[in-house]
């Protein structure tokens, strides 16, 4: 998922559209969709241990 996530990111699209076309595969929520704050997070985290800062997504309200 974050491997998709970091592609859709790349294409300068909203939090709200990646979480959109992403899938939870394991767990509870196997299935659901990812809310636009765990994408969020998700890719801070990967950005927090990779050294990027590059944050072209913005939380659409």
Do not use: C, F
């Not at 294409?11 to 809310?35: E, F, Y």
């Not at 998700?42 to 072209?56: C, I, N, Q």
Request: no cysteine.
């Amino acid at each position: 998922m974050l491997s998709m996530a970091l592609h859709l990111r790349g294409q300068n699209l909203s939090l709200r559209d990646i979480a959109a076309r992403l899938v939870i595969t394991t767990g509870k929520r196997k299935g659901r969709h990812p809310s636009p704050t765990a994408v969020l997070r998700m890719l801070r985290d990967h950005d927090a241990r990779t050294g990027s800062w590059d944050y072209p997504v913005e939380i659409e309200r």
